[in-house]
């Protein structure tokens, strides 16, 4: 028998939780399918963007993240037991009224995919594990997909966040045009450490036989350790490799390896689909976007990716035209090849030092056809409104609703689960309309009704 869904979503990593949230709690019917028996270890992608930070106060777990997240501590490089350098990878700033959450913070990814788990538990999802998609074909009315569990499910669209080996991309045909450093790998492992202080992130290097990394990481016991490997060289991926690598490269005694939790080795590879979408099959997150995990944005852009799409599908589903559809590659796959540029600039430049560009804030819109007046990201901060009460913007958006900032005391819209209306007096006062989307970018900011209904018509 064939099981039926509107969206299906194929990976359970960061971007498809994030979207599986999103659908959920617009009550979209959705499936989401990992192959995986079980979740992912790793501490992987452990840097949060002050963006991501921002989105994840939007779905309502923030406070989870944070209770576990840490700073970045100060960074120590040495050469044996000489300290020959120390300093802070992140500029130290605190929280502003337009940015609440103004530093990276270090979360390993497995945590950070638990907490979103849990949320879509929360709102009645889960992910089916053990379950393979291993083929689909579509039609004008939707994708009919075979999963390894011998099930075939009917869906209205499929969105392959099935990460950077992506099957769907291959299947589709999609170009993932870039390059593969096939000598830049390095090992990444979690392990546990010995008669080490947890108040630095550690680097030793050794002239000669090249550097390692110890990442105290955040909320756990553990570190992530980070090695690059020459070219040629087969690294021992075992607890005996891992504490021979270790003893190598830090030349330090009384400080040991004594667990290995987590291993992998990672290729640096450069790379971007020449399409986000291909009739209802989108891809999102590492499908569709590979690079160094230098300045950390891959799991930020996976989530961001999701969070866009994830109103967007929902507002199709809900009657809106198609091709606001059109509008997910047109605003994010830009924005994935100036991260590129930037991931690929830090990673050759070997700088551990972070700033502005990679906190994710000033990525925008602008210029795109969902943006008429807007495009930038809204920032938090305190809002008089015209009946004297008080607001803090951040708490006005946040659910999967539309927000409109209007004088007009009845504003032509419906003021309803899809829209929030509310009469601003400071700022956003005057005779302007500023309707922010449900991911927090300004859509349109207009001082015509009409091109206002219009602009909700679209959407
Ligand atoms: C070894 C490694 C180390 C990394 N280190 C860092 C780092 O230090 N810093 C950093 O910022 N980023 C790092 N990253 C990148 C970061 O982890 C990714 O950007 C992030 O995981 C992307 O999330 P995603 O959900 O798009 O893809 P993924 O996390 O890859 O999730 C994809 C999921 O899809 C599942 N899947 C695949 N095919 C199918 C199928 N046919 N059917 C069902 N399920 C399927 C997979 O099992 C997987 O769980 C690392 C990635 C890897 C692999």
């Given at each position: 028998m064939t099981e039926k869904t509107d969206v299906l979503i194929v990976g359970g990593g960061p971007t498809g939780l994030t979207l599986a949230v999103e659908l959920a709690r617009r009550g979209i019917d959705h499936r989401i399918v990992e192959r995986a028996p079980e979740p992912a270890l790793g501490s992987k992608g452990k840097g949060l963007q002050p963006r991501t930070l921002e989105i994840f106060d939007d779905l309502e777990v923030i406070g989870r993240v944070l209770a576990s997240a840490t700073v970045y501590p100060p960074l120590r490089v040495r050469i044996g037991p000489v300290p020959v350098y120390q300093g802070r990878m992140h500029k130290p700033a605190t929280a502003t009224d337009a940015v609440p959450y103004p530093m990276v913070m270090m979360h390993p990814q497995w945590r950070t995919e638990a907490v979103l788990r849990e949320r879509l538990a929360e709102l009645g999802g889960k992910v089916e594990h053990d379950a393979e998609l291993t083929g689909f074909e579509q039609d004008a009315r939707g994708v009919t997909a075979r999963l390894g569990t011998g099930a075939t499910l009917r869906a209205g669209y499929l969105v392959a966040a099935d990460g950077g080996k992506s099957t769907?991309?291959?299947?589709?045909?999609?170009?993932?045009?870039?390059?593969?450093?096939?000598?830049?790998?390095?090992?990444?492992?979690?392990?546990?450490?010995?008669?080490?202080?947890?108040?630095?992130?550690?680097?030793?290097?050794?002239?000669?036989?090249?550097?390692?990394?110890?990442?105290?990481?955040?909320?756990?016991?553990?570190?992530?350790?980070?090695?690059?490997?020459?070219?040629?060289?087969?690294?021992?991926?075992?607890?005996?490799?891992?504490?021979?690598?270790?003893?190598?490269?830090?030349?330090?005694?009384?400080?040991?390896?004594?667990?290995?939790?987590?291993?992998?080795?990672?290729?640096?590879?450069?790379?971007?689909?020449?399409?986000?979408?291909?009739?209802?099959?989108?891809?999102?997150?590492?499908?569709?976007?590979?690079?160094?995990?230098?300045?950390?944005?891959?799991?930020?852009?996976?989530?961001?990716?999701?969070?866009?799409?994830?109103?967007?599908?929902?507002?199709?589903?809900?009657?809106?035209?198609?091709?606001?559809?059109?509008?997910?590659?047109?605003?994010?796959?830009?924005?994935?090849?100036?991260?590129?540029?930037?991931?690929?600039?830090?990673?050759?430049?070997?700088?551990?030092?972070?700033?502005?560009?990679?906190?994710?804030?000033?990525?925008?819109?602008?210029?795109?056809?969902?943006?008429?007046?807007?495009?930038?990201?809204?920032?938090?901060?305190?809002?008089?409104?015209?009946?004297?009460?008080?607001?803090?913007?951040?708490?006005?958006?946040?659910?999967?609703?539309?927000?409109?900032?209007?004088p007009d005391p009845a504003p032509r819209v419906p003021n309803g689960p899809q829209v929030r209306a509310h009469a601003p007096a400071e700022p956003y006062g005057g005779a302007r309309h500023t309707l922010i989307r449900p991911d927090g970018y300004v859509g349109i900011s207009t001082d015509s009704s009409d091109e206002l209904a219009g602009y909700l018509a679209m959407v």
């Open positions: 769907v991309r291959k299947a589709l045909g999609i170009g993932f045009t870039g390059q593969t450093r096939e000598e830049e790998r390095m090992v990444l492992g979690d392990v546990r450490v010995e008669g080490l202080g947890r108040d630095h992130i550690h680097v030793w290097v050794r002239p000669g036989k090249g550097m390692v990394v110890l990442y105290p990481m955040a909320g756990t016991d553990a570190f992530q350790l980070l090695a690059p490997i020459k070219a040629g060289v087969r690294p021992d991926l075992t607890l005996p490799g891992y504490q021979q690598l270790f003893a190598e490269r830090s030349m330090l005694r009384g400080v040991r390896i004594t667990e290995l939790l987590w291993s992998s080795l990672y290729r640096v590879n450069i790379r971007l689909a020449d399409r986000y979408r291909a009739g209802r099959v989108f891809l999102a997150g590492d499908a569709v976007h590979a690079h160094s995990p230098a300045g950390g944005q891959g799991l930020n852009t996976g989530v961001q990716d999701a969070y866009n799409l994830g109103w967007k599908l929902a507002r199709v589903l809900g009657g809106a035209p198609q091709s606001l559809l059109d509008t997910y590659e047109e605003e994010r796959r830009p924005l994935a090849a100036r991260m590129l540029g930037l991931s690929t600039y830090l990673h050759d430049k070997k700088t551990y030092k972070r700033d502005e560009e990679t906190y994710q804030l000033q990525l925008s819109y602008r210029g795109g056809s969902l943006a008429q007046g807007g495009g930038d990201r809204v920032p938090d901060g305190p809002l008089l409104l015209a009946d004297g009460s008080r607001a803090r913007m951040f708490d006005l958006l946040r659910g999967p609703h539309f927000t409109l900032l209007s």
